[in-house]
């Protein structure tokens, strides 16, 4: 484990990720090892862009030109990345009055990473690992990332844009080569049934996350190319999203280990964790 700076947490929703990770950092912490969780949504994510907005040089202009009375302040929020500038629009709305700038907040969420063409999200996102891997490697400090790995470029790449599978295997292989010099481990949970899956977080889960993952999943990219709808469409595609994962995992060279946890079985999935880890 001394070697190893980098934890990735991976599986559909509801797969028992976050309450994982937060056991391995909790885990890390008992043996007195530095660490630093970071779950889905953080807007501190260092290894992905939660809630940023990419614009390229002539838009950025058009913003600003827009928000006159706003520009040192989107400043403090913007950095340029190669020809982009990323505005971290999730951090400046906290800084500005939603209700006066609400048609600025929804205007960038318009330019959102996840919303742009799938090029430009792959040499971001590429950036975005490098740098971290490189700022990572600096430090004695082991980071645990749920979902940034797989889920999300599955989810752009298949859910979005419908890309085969060996399109988002070989890129996926990239992300892997990037990381590499951190000695990553990766777990990945899935379940037999995700439809049974998928009841339970329901439940436990807001109405409009269930509108808006269904939709996602299910009007465009592979769910609308295969005429899928509501959540039995849904789950097709997380059916579909687990197989294309699996295949992956079987191909990754970085430690790994993959876990059917159909049964929930906490205490048998925990030991399990632990042994991988092998935390000492």
């Known amino acids: 484990m001394s070697q190893t700076k980098l934890i990735l947490v991976e599986g559909i929703p509801g797969s028992g990720k976050t309450s994982t990770a937060r056991y391995i950092k909790g885990l890390l912490d008992a043996h007195g090892k530095d660490n630093q969780l ?28 827009k928000y006159p ?9 913007t950095q340029n990345v190669r020809k982009y500038q990323l505005i971290y629009y999730g951090k400046l709305q906290q800084h500005i009055s939603m209700e006066k700038n609400k048609s600025l907040i929804d205007e960038l969420a318009g330019f959102d990473v996840y919303n742009g063409s799938l090029d430009r999200y792959q040499e971001l996102i590429i950036e975005r690992w490098t740098e971290f891997v490189t700022y990572a490697q600096q430090t004695e400090r082991i980071v645990i990332l749920e979902c940034c790995f797989l889920q999300n470029p599955l989810t752009m790449m298949l859910g979005r844009f419908n890309q085969s599978q060996q399109m988002i295997t070989e890129f996926m292989k990239r992300l892997e080569t990037i990381i590499q010099p951190l000695n990553p481990k990766i777990i990945y949970f899935y379940q037999d049934d995700i439809r049974s899956t998928i009841n339970r977080v329901i439940q436990e889960r807001s109405d409009d996350w269930l509108c808006h993952i269904t939709w996602y999943f299910t009007e465009q990219g592979y769910g609308k190319a295969n005429g899928y709808h509501g959540v039995d469409g849904l789950c097709e595609v997380l059916k579909e999203r687990k197989k294309y994962e699996l295949a992956i995992m079987d191909q990754l060279k970085i430690a790994k280990l993959t876990m059917n946890n159909t049964e929930f079985d906490g205490e048998s999935l925990l030991q399990e964790v632990r042994g991988f880890l092998d935390v000492g």
């Open 38 to 65: 970071y779950l889905e949504g953080d807007l501190n994510h260092p290894a992905d862009y939660e809630s940023v907005a990419c614009l390229d040089g002539s838009e950025y202009e058009l913003l600003l030109n």
């Open 69 to 77: 009375e706003l520009i040192d302040t989107i400043a403090l929020f």
